[in-house]
């Protein structure tokens, strides 16, 4: 019996549960695009090939198996800017893209470029497909990568003769998932465990920081430490909602730029990291953001992430949501006193919610809290909140609580913009049952605006809030406080609503705070791709705000 490498590609797939690609076609993929539909894929085909790894993204993120995306020579070109946000938020990506036949390859074969080259510098790992007997084990090589330790996008380059190759079946040899890929979590050293809670249990005011490396963390056993050792808890990346913002121990997004109570992290004696890399967020454990002589536990599963920017106290190697139930089974037999800073945490969050509010003011053009004030009362337990890097979004990042894991989302630490309309397309594919939110300024959308037409096509109801405040906000508020004039920083208003409804969506345009109700209610009920374009004005977010003190030397660095 002969077999194809495109089916050998299809059989491995199959084995890892794959059901759905992200993709934009093209002639190096046309083989395997074409037994993928024999054997029953589903295609999510988008305007842009970056927009599909943005799409992967949020599947990956949201079902903790990768998304596989699918592209040819100059499509891979397209889905670097991808590959490189998903490096930075670690999610798992099986990114493939065909390629000329192998005997030209290195002579200036058609479309020929280094992808994986290209692709080795912002993914866990870049690998060519030689001869189809190695495609089994490639493909397991890929999943396994991507999937253990900090989790991350992959790339295999398949050539085209590679996929049309047949060759004898039972000269192939194909693995199972549970044969190549580990299945039980690496537990941390039980005298480290033992010298960790130790430490906390010793501590005036500590105070955990959760994050990406968390994301196998079971949400019970993080509340249980937690409420055992009545320690404050603040999430950002993937560990967002592990513990919900409402809950009395949890102070919300872990970016003291953006959240006041996260700023307090400087006043902890010991800080417990879960996954947490102590990199520019942090000012990399250095003042203001930590205290000089804070003495750290860091939980970390890849051992080259242990003390990169300053030495930690305690470093315990192992999966993150394991290393908390032996930390949990630690801390129980201890009995801890109540934390001083929990009246002090809350109300310091309660006066940055009153502050933001008072933002909220109804002349036009509207404040963006005006928007996020009116959004508010609609947004569910269950609704998924994109927001993409604007001002717009971070006072929406500074107000809106998370509540439930893998339902609130921000650029992390790439800073990247353009992602958030596909990201949001991407969490419907992955999880329709759910309300996905994005929140996104007209600069930020412009980059993928005609993904509208990819949920048209697709029929994924996603929401797009737009703050049109005619300006690339973050640098234009830098520029005028810092230098005194904007530097092509301005945009002109656009009637993004009537491009929404001419790709086949709903369209919204809002000027006054009166009618911003009915029009979100509109926007949601209408069961449709959905674009609200609100008219706002420009606005320092805290993100922003915080940016111009520090630059400006107002902040204390020592």
């Known amino acids: 019996m002969k077999i194809s490498g495109a089916n050998l590609v299809v059989r491995a797939l199959k084995a890892e549960g794959v059901n759905t690609v992200f993709t934009v076609a ?6 395997l695009m074409d037994h993928m539909l024999e054997e029953g894929f589903r295609f999510i085909d988008t305007r842009h090939e970056q927009a599909a790894v943005d799409m992967a993204n949020a599947w990956g993120q949201i079902t903790g198996s990768p998304g596989v995306t699918l592209f040819t020579t100059p499509g891979h070109a397209n889905a670097i800017p991808g590959l490189s946000l998903a490096s930075h938020k670690e999610s798992p990506i099986i990114n ?110 500590p105070m955990i920081v959760a994050s990406n490396g968390a994301y196998s963390v079971d949400p019970e056993e993080l509340r249980r430490l937690i409420e055992i050792t009545r320690i404050p808890i603040f999430t950002e990346e993937a560990a967002r909602g592990i513990v919900p913002d409402d809950h009395p121990y949890c102070f919300g997004f872990a970016d003291g730029r953006v959240n006041d109570a996260a700023a307090q992290v400087k006043d902890a004696d010991v800080l417990l990291l879960l996954g947490k890399k102590l990199d520019y967020t942090v000012n990399f454990g250095e003042p203001p953001m930590m205290d000089r002589d804070v003495r750290i536990v860091q939980v970390e599963p890849s051992a080259e992430l242990i003390g990169l920017s300053r030495g930690v106290d305690v470093s315990i190697q192992g999966d993150v949501g394991a290393v908390v ?92 913009i353009g992602w958030g309309v596909p990201y949001g397309i991407g969490l419907k594919v992955a999880a329709p049952q759910s309300r996905a939110v994005v929140l996104t300024g007209d600069g930020a959308f412009g980059f993928n605006a005609m993904e509208i037409d990819t949920a048209v096509r697709h029929n994924l109801d996603v929401v797009i809030v737009i703050g049109s405040d005619g300006v690339w906000g973050i640098d234009y508020h830098q520029q005028i406080q810092l230098y005194g004039r904007a530097v092509a920083t301005e945009l002109d208003p656009v009637r993004y609503d009537k491009m929404a409804e001419a790709l086949g969506a709903h369209g919204e345009y809002v000027e006054e705070a009166a009618h911003l109700p009915s029009a979100l209610e509109r926007a949601f009920s209408s069961g449709k791709p959905s674009v609200v374009n609100i008219k706002t004005g420009p606005s320092a977010s805290p993100l922003t705000d915080y940016i111009i003190r520090l630059k400006s030397g107002v902040m204390e660095t020592t």
Do not use: C
Not at 26 to 31: A, E, N, V
């Open 26 to 31: 093209g002639d190096h993929t046309l083989p």
């Open 96 to 205: 493939i893209s065909g390629s000329a036949p192998r005997d030209r390859l290195g002579q200036g074969a058609v479309q020929e470029i280094d992808q994986v080259g290209m692709a080795r510098m912002v993914t866990k790992g870049a690998w060519l497909v030689p001869d189809p007997h190695r495609i089994p084990d490639l493909v397991a090589t890929a999943f396994r990568t991507a999937l253990s330790g900090r989790r991350g996008p992959v790339h295999l380059t398949i050539p085209l003769d590679v996929q049309e190759i047949e060759v004898d079946a039972s000269s192939v040899r194909s693995y199972r998932a549970d044969e190549y890929r580990p299945t039980g979590l690496p537990f941390g050293d039980p005298g480290r465990v033992k010298a960790a809670i130790e430490l906390l249990h010793s501590a005036e005011r």
């Open 325 to 416: 139930k032996q930390l949990t089974a630690e801390a129980e037999d201890r009995h801890w006193k109540d934390h001083p800073m929990l009246g002090q945490l809350e109300s310091t969050q309660t006066a940055q919610r009153r502050t933001l509010e008072e933002r909220a003011t109804d002349p036009s053009p509207l404040h963006a809290m005006s928007v996020h004030m009116a959004l508010s009362p609609k947004l569910t337990e269950d609704t998924s909140l994109v927001f993409e890097g604007s001002d717009f979004a971070f006072f929406g990042a500074a107000y809106h609580p998370s509540l439930k894991p893998n339902h609130w989302f921000t650029n992390g630490t790439l800073g990247m």
